[in-house]
């Protein structure tokens, strides 16, 4: 797949994470990497890359590319659709990380006068943990994609993180719950336990350092005992009977932190579907 071109409409933090992870691991060349975003001309933000190929227009990186990207926010993605629709056809292979876009509109949006059975479109969800290759997503498509889509998909999206695979579309929001915004959950945890450090006496370093290699660690004991464990039989083992931990876990409870958290990702998943 060293031949394919590949476009990205928008130059954020997504963009930077999926470019790095497709360059470090070789699956598409500098050379053939297309990117839009408005400073083009004033700020080569992806000379370091030995990219060569960024524009102001959304309309040349479509027309160069066989792959595309769109990286821009929700509030602007039908403006850019209207840009580049007319250019839009079934040997472009288009994948969406707008939060909250269903595929049905991004097909409405991107249509024009093609018929819309013959684009092959996607949407994916990933998080900010892209941008040190260690992000987590998921993706849906329009039921036109071939396996060979589907795996370069996988492929691209693995490259920065692990991707777990397709789901359907009406699941795509409450994924993103998990994994965009649940990263920001998980800071608070490591702030909130940090804070309950300082206040019993450690310094700042020191609680919010073993605060986030505690995190960490759980995680990795998670990732390697998924299937075999469940995160609660986990929590059980660290619970000694009448310890430290079950009184704190009370205390959780007491206060509650399930409840909280669930809320949460309901919340964030009712969110997204004010955007479609």
Do not use: W
Not at 2 to 14: C, D
Not at 73 to 91: A, D, F, G, S, T
Not at 129 to 144: D, H, K, M, P
Not at 178 to 183: E, H, L, R, S
Request: hydrophobic share 40%.
């Amino acid at each position: 797949m060293e031949n394919i071109r590949i476009g990205f409409i928008g130059a954020g933090n997504m963009t930077k994470a999926i470019v790095e992870g497709i360059i470090k691991a070789n699956l598409c060349s500098p050379k053939n990497i297309y990117i839009s975003h408005p400073s083009a001309k004033e700020s080569k933000k992806f000379a370091y890359l030995n990219i060569q190929n960024e524009f102001e227009s959304n309309k040349t990186v479509v027309e160069n590319s066989d792959f595309i990207f769109l990286c821009v926010k929700p509030q602007v993605l039908e403006h850019v659709c209207r840009e580049i629709h007319h250019l839009i056809n079934q040997n472009h292979l288009v994948l969406s990380i707008c939060a909250g876009i269903t595929l049905k509109k991004l097909v409405s949006l991107l249509s024009h006068n093609t018929n819309e059975k013959s684009l092959r479109i996607a949407r994916c969800m990933l998080n900010t943990a892209a941008l040190v290759g260690s992000s987590c997503s998921v993706y849906s498509q329009n039921g036109t994609l071939n396996d060979n889509d589907k795996s370069l998909i996988n492929k691209l999206l693995s490259s920065i993180g692990i991707c777990i695979g397709e789901i359907k579309d009406s699941e795509m929001d409450a994924a993103m719950s998990i994994c965009a915004c649940g990263i920001a959950y998980m800071y608070m945890m490591v702030d909130s336990m940090a804070d309950g450090g300082v206040k019993m006496g450690l310094s700042r370093e020191i609680a919010l350092k073993l605060s986030m290699q505690t995190m960490k660690g759980a995680s990795e004991i998670m990732i390697s005992q998924h299937g075999k464990k469940h995160p609660m039989q986990l929590k059980d083992e660290v619970c000694s009977p009448g310890g430290t931990t079950i009184q704190g876990v009370h205390e959780l409870e007491r206060n509650g932190f399930r409840n909280s958290v669930i809320c949460a990702v309901e919340s964030a998943t009712n969110r997204a579907k004010q955007f479609s």
